[in-house]
């Protein structure tokens, strides 16, 4: 029997002391994009490759180094941007991928708004998990990860 799929829904908003066309850049920029979203901490990366336009893909390859306890995990993720207005919008859906095997599906929308003498960011994502995914509560943790990681991006780069 198939197991149902999970589907959840949140919205994280973050300030950051950057203006809005700074923020967006730090989506925009291949390079940027790569330092905050997918080099780290505890995973290797195999591949990165993102055009960023209406219609553009960004795929990623990763591993998730493990521990004794934790075997290495390879992870994939396959993004396409369905819209965008400079320094104000990106909205993308993507998948997630682990040992090659489909673990979520979702609809993502990164708002931008000037306030005050910086950004407000407002990230709203719904998924779907498929069996061995993470579900939303880790998913939305690691959101709040990634815009942490944006975060010391804008402030290690700031022009």
């Known amino acids: 029997m198939t197991t149902p799929a999970i589907h959840g829904s949140f919205s994280i908003e973050r300030t950051y002391p950057a203006t809005p066309a700074r923020v967006f850049r730090a989506f925009a920029d291949e390079e940027a994009k790569r330092r905050w979203f997918v080099e780290g901490d505890g995973f290797e990366v195999?591949?990165?490759?993102?055009d960023f336009r209406i219609g553009g893909f960004e795929r990623s390859r990763f591993q998730f180094l493990g521990n004794d306890a934790v075997p290495p995990t390879p992870m994939g993720n396959d993004t396409v941007y369905l819209d965008i207005i400079p320094d104000e919008r990106i909205v993308i859906a993507y998948s997630m991928t682990m040992?090659?095997?489909?673990?979520s599906a979702s609809l993502a929308t990164i708002e931008l708004t000037a306030a005050g003498g910086g950004t407000r960011l407002l990230y709203t994502e719904q998924a779907a998990f498929f069996e061995g995914g993470d579900g939303p509560e880790l998913r939305e943790t690691g959101c709040r990860e990634l815009l942490e990681h944006l975060a010391e991006e804008l402030a290690a780069h700031p022009a």
Do not use: G, V, W
């Open 99 to 103: 040992k090659d095997r489909p673990i």
């Open 46 to 50: 195999h591949s990165y490759t993102a």
